[in-house]
């Protein structure tokens, strides 16, 4: 069964402490490792797409990774506006998301 | 904005009953996904069309069903509600059906059954 496990559940920054969240997955005939931003009472939104090891993608404070077995969110120097719920997903049809980590960044 | 439209944005019904909810995709979109997401658990996959055919079903109850219309917009049926149907309702789309194919989020229909 494909599975896809996020930690922490919840993680606490300071503003421009950076950090790093984690996805770790197992599922057969990975098409593609993506990660989401939701905010409380909104629908998720469309970050990253990864397809193969190595691969890097950034978008302003955001860096995310890819290896063979997890998949990571990388936030450098994050701000308040960055707090949110972050959900990784993967899987073929369908996909399979984790229960996310929740964000806080206190200024 | 994903270009994703739900409606309505807020339910408020009473056990026993039955409500229809309305998604149209992103323009361009030929699969449409819906997904129920509640406090304590994740967002949990229901079912997807593409095209108009069911293409995949994952853990939908048998009191619920969906549609996908020739106009790509789809419709999710919940029928003989219970309190703990009380959720998030999402749907999402994707150009593709599946298979590394973004999907793209619409707003969500919050759901209460008193």
């Known amino acids: 069964e494909d599975q896809v496990t996020q930690s922490p559940e919840a993680l606490r920054l300071q503003e421009g402490e950076s950090s790093s969240l984690n996805c770790s997955y197992t599922v057969s005939g990975l098409r593609g490792l993506f990660w989401y931003r939701q905010d409380p009472g909104k629908g998720p939104e469309f970050l990253f797409t990864?397809?193969?090891a190595g691969e890097e993608k950034e978008k302003e404070r955001l860096k995310a990774t890819l290896t063979k077995k997890e998949s990571f969110l990388h936030i450098t120097a994050p701000k308040p506006e960055d707090s949110a719920t972050y959900l990784c997903a993967g899987g073929n049809t369908p996909l399979v998301f984790g229960k996310g980590t929740r964000l806080s960044v206190i200024a | 904005d994903s270009g994703v439209t739900q409606t309505p944005k807020h339910l408020i019904t009473a056990t026993g009953q039955r409500v229809t909810l309305r998604c149209s995709p992103r323009s361009g979109d030929l699969s449409v996904y819906w997904y129920q997401q509640s406090l304590d658990q994740g967002l949990q996959f229901l079912i997807q069309y593409y095209n108009g055919e069911e293409r995949a079903k994952g853990n939908i109850l048998e009191r619920f069903s969906a549609q996908q219309f020739p106009d790509l917009h789809s419709e999710l049926n919940l029928s003989s509600l219970e309190l703990g149907d009380s959720a998030l309702y999402f749907c999402?789309?994707?150009?593709?059906?599946?298979?590394?194919?973004?999907?793209?989020f619409g707003p969500g229909t919050r759901l209460t059954v008193l």
């Open positions: 999402a789309s994707s150009v593709d059906p599946g298979e590394g194919s973004e999907q793209f």
């Open positions: 990864l397809y193969s």
